[in-house]
């Protein structure tokens, strides 16, 4: 923000340009820096109108994140608690300009904390479009004290969100069925995560026969790396330079805590089989198999298709591409023999491009 990156500063009520609703956040700061939601901590965004001679708050957006007791979910409703949590709550701030906005029925963005697998101690945020507000009341809370109640209701005709979300999470639960699956798990068990094969759109069943590999297969011996390895004995940790993996890096551990990538360099080198750090080390993040629920599944009018069942992280790693290595003439012969293999120049390195946030939409 000191740098001047924020955008749409001025607060507006209604949708916020450049942001869809599914749009996934993984930090409140970037909800202020792109105008969706402006308060770092408050749940409640409120802005001043002028009525004839005077000024009155109406709010433009809240979080719902469960960081009250009484907040109740629905799928297309939201009970939502005001502000306040040590003592009875105040018809002020926040409070008033909701109750303002139940008299002026102006639009309100809702903004859905969800829990982030990526860190089950955090949560990410959800655009979940457009809201009004229907009703308000008083009540005693589970604390004891005097709390506002304001109840919303989603505005038809918009894309569902937050409503898809929670039904992946039974999906994932198994309380629900997956509609359309084929295959529950393409990859016989290969994989650390089931790969669901899945189509509603119509009558197609996929591949008749085909065999999953997980991992790259060559046609002839792949010639053997000098690099003897670390000898790190408990893991490779940052700032050691006695790390000869880390100093392949340039110095440094490419990933963070999180499994994220934050090296802008095309090429990473992660610890291997003649290392002697555990399999827990951080910089073996692309070997402890998926992170992320994913599914092969059908398109309208594109063939087929691969999508997350859980947000992804710019930088965070998601599969292992795999196939078989080729050398060129084996490349070109298959490249006219058969129009549905898909062959990429493995030795190819890009200079990464200029780091912009990223999110994820729920479609």
């Known amino acids: ?127 979940d479009g457009l809201y009004r507000i229907q009703e308000s009341w008083v009540e005693k809370g589970k604390s004891g004290s005097n709390v506002f109640r304001y109840k919303l209701g989603r505005l038809p005709g918009q894309p569902e969100a937050y409503k898809t979300w929670k039904k992946v999470q039974l999906w994932k639960d198994g309380t629900t069925t997956r509609f359309g699956v084929i295959l529950p798990d393409l990859t016989s068990g290969c994989e650390t995560l089931p790969v669901s094969l899945v189509n509603d759109v119509d009558n197609e069943k996929g591949p008749a026969y085909f065999t999953y590999s997980p991992n790259l297969k060559y046609s002839k011996p792949a010639p053997k790396d000098p690099f003897v390895g670390c000898a790190c004995n408990g893991a490779c940790l940052p700032g050691n330079e006695n790390c000869d993996c880390i100093q392949k890096n340039g110095g440094y551990l490419p990933h963070i805590v999180n499994a994220v990538i934050v090296s802008q360099k095309s090429v990473i080198y992660e610890c291997g089989p003649s290392c002697q750090c555990p399999p827990t080390c ?66 190819r390195a890009y200079q990464p491009v200029e780091f912009m946030p990223a999110s994820f939409t729920w479609k």
């Open 1 to 127: 923000m000191t740098k001047g990156f924020r955008t749409n500063a001025k607060k507006r009520v209604g949708a916020v340009p450049g942001v869809e609703i599914g749009d996934i956040f993984f930090f409140r700061m970037e909800l202020c820096t792109i105008g969706l939601h402006a308060p770092s901590m408050a749940g409640i965004d409120y802005m001043s109108v002028k009525i004839s001679q005077d000024e009155e708050p109406i709010a433009v957006s809240i979080v719902s994140s469960g960081g009250y007791e009484d907040d109740v979910d629905g799928d297309d409703g939201l009970i939502y608690t005001g502000q306040g949590k040590e003592m009875d709550q105040k018809l002020e701030r926040g409070n008033l300009a909701l109750e303002k906005s139940l008299h002026r029925g102006n639009d309100i963005r809702v903004i859905r904390g969800i829990r982030d697998v990526g860190n089950p101690t955090g949560k990410v945020y959800m655009y």
């Open 282 to 347: 951080r910089n073996r993040m692309s070997q402890g198999g998926l992170r992320v629920r994913l599914e092969v599944f059908k398109t309208k009018d594109k063939g087929w298709g691969l999508r997350s069942w859980d947000p992804i992280r710019a930088g965070a790693f998601i599969c292992v591409y795999a196939g078989e290595a080729v050398d060129d003439s084996k490349a070109q012969e298959l490249a006219g023999e058969n129009e549905d293999d898909h062959i990429f120049d493995g030795t």
